[in-house]
């Protein structure tokens, strides 16, 4: 069965740092993968999403994920952290290859940016 | 406009009521699911609906029933509400391949006392 583990429930960053949001997942067939970020009392938006293809996946508000297939990894990055990108970031990891089109959550990483 | 719509966005109830949770897409999409979010738990499936008149269990089924009549309502009920129900339910759509992404609405934060 797919899973996804997000290390680091919390995150802070310096406004201009890097920002490395880390997802490890298990799946027994290819899988699909997908960052989404939830803004306070609002729903999850699509951050970027990985398929097929070109491994680093670039999704908005400048933040890019790269699928590491011998790692199992999906990590999101951005180079430099805005106040705007204090937000919950939740991996998560698409079942059975999408043929139910469900999908498996990480637990989520709350991203606090410092000015 | 176009999107994913839920109501109320805030309910407050008590133990042992009724209460029917509504999500309303424009897109015509085929997939809709329910999830309910709460602290260290991100979130976890409830139903899913693959088309109408096709509902399946998601993780977290128990004490609760939908239905899908129509392609774009999936409502949710809890037949007699608990304390444990209390979370932030949040509904979502996606098209039929497993590659696109799932649309969430903006959720309903539900409080039984």
Redesign the interface.
């Known amino acids: 069965a797919q899973s996804v583990t997000q290390l680091g ?1 919390h995150v802070s960053v310096s406004e201009g740092a890097l920002v490395l949001l880390r997802c490890n997942y298990s799946s027994s067939v290819p899988p ?1 993968l ?1 960052w ?1 970020v939830q803004y306070p ?6 951050l970027l ?1 990985y ?2 293809g070109a491994t680093l996946v670039k999704g908005i508000n400048g933040f890019e994920a790269e699928f590491k297939k011998s790692e199992t990894s999906f990590h999101l990055t951005k180079p430099s952290a805005h106040m705007s990108d204090a937000a919950e970031y ?1 991996c998560a990891v ?1 079942d059975t ?7 498996i ?4 990483t709350l991203l606090a940016v410092q000015p | 406009d176009a999107g994913i719509t839920q109501s109320p966005r805030y309910k407050i109830t008590e133990t042992g009521r009724q209460v029917t949770l509504m999500c309303h897409q424009t897109w015509s999409h085929s997939y809709m699911f329910w999830y309910r979010q709460d602290l260290g738990h991100g979130l976890r499936l409830i139903y899913y609906s693959a088309a109408a008149d096709i509902t399946d269990k998601g993780e977290v089924p128990d004490g609760y029933v939908v239905s899908r009549s129509k392609t774009e309502n999936f409502p949710l009920t809890l037949e007699s509400a608990t304390r444990s129900q209390t979370s932030v339910y949040f509904c979502a759509s996606s098209e039929i391949a497993g590659s696109q992404p799932q649309h969430f609405g903006d959720g309903t934060r539900l409080s039984i006392l």
Not at chain 1, 41 to 46: E, P, R, T, Y
């Open positions: 429930s699909y997908f989404y009392n609002q729903g999850l938006q699509l999403k398929t097929t939740f698409s290859r999408g043929a139910t089109n469900k999908l959550f990480g637990t989520g």
